[in-house]
């Protein structure tokens, strides 16, 4: 089925350790993004891009790193994790900006013990 | 900057009442979208309905409708007739024109009763 695909869906780090969200999208969606969500409150933008080759800062990137060399997939990379990452993560994908509703994936569930 | 407020935490409400659920948004961009989500409590975002600004009419979705009044920078949600399927968070969200990113608000969880 066509739509926003995230990896893992469920992991759990120690402190310090790293790894990386895997998420794609065969719509071939120029926008993507990668929110978080801590219990009980909304969705903070971590990082985006607006194409293949570009991305930037949203309101909470430390701590994370993003690429985007394809069109299609958009890691978003933890170094040195730490219990403030606990969270559910999602990516989003739209076709461009303004009246485009963002489609989201099925969201990670990361625990940092 | 863009900022999205969602002064009600919880919602209770009896079956087939309607419920409004409210959004206020503060914006100096005179071109924004305005959307709603809802997140069930398996935890998916799912699309419910947008609203431009300058849309003339208030949009509809079904049993959704957006109560927009622009000049008091609110977007509410209306739902009809709930069931107890609508029972879950809901977001609302705002994003200005020529700006990438959705802005939400903090979420309200509307439980509807029987």
């Known amino acids: 089925n066509a739509g926003v695909t995230q990896t893992p869906k469920f992991r759990i780090l120690k402190i310090g350790q790293s790894m990386t969200l895997q998420c794609a999208q065969d719509?071939?969606?120029?926008?993507m993004y990668w929110y978080r969500q801590d219990p009980g409150m909304g969705l903070k933008l971590i990082y985006y891009?607006?194409?293949?080759?570009?991305?930037d800062k949203g309101e909470v990137p430390n701590g994370y790193n993003v690429s985007r060399s394809t069109t299609e997939d958009f890691p978003l990379r933890l170094e040195l994790a730490a219990p403030s990452q606990t969270s559910v993560y999602f990516c989003?994908?739209?076709?461009?900006?303004?009246?485009?509703?963002?489609?989201f994936g099925s969201g990670t569930q990361l625990s940092v013990l | 900057a863009q900022k999205i407020t969602q002064t009600q935490p919880g919602m209770f409400v009896q079956e087939k009442e309607a419920v409004t659920l409210d959004c206020t948004y503060d914006?100096?961009?005179?071109?924004?979208?305005l959307f709603w989500y809802k997140q069930p409590s398996s935890g998916e975002m799912i699309f419910l309905i947008y609203?431009?600004?300058?849309?003339?009419q208030n949009a509809t979705e079904g049993r959704y409708s957006l109560n927009f009044q622009k000049a008091r920078k609110s977007a509410n949600l209306v739902i009809s007739a709930s069931q107890l399927g609508d029972s879950a968070m809901y977001f609302c969200?705002?994003?200005?024109?020529?700006?990438?990113?959705?802005?939400f608000g903090q979420g309200t969880r509307l439980t509807i009763n029987p």
């Open positions: 891009s607006v194409g293949a080759g570009i991305t």
């Open positions: 914006t100096s961009d005179p071109s924004y979208g």
């Open positions: 609203q431009g600004s300058y849309d003339q």
């Open positions: 969200a705002m994003r200005e024109r020529g700006a990438q990113k959705l802005v």
């Open positions: 719509m071939n969606h120029n926008y």
């Open positions: 989003a994908s739209s076709n461009r900006d303004g009246n485009e509703k963002l489609l």
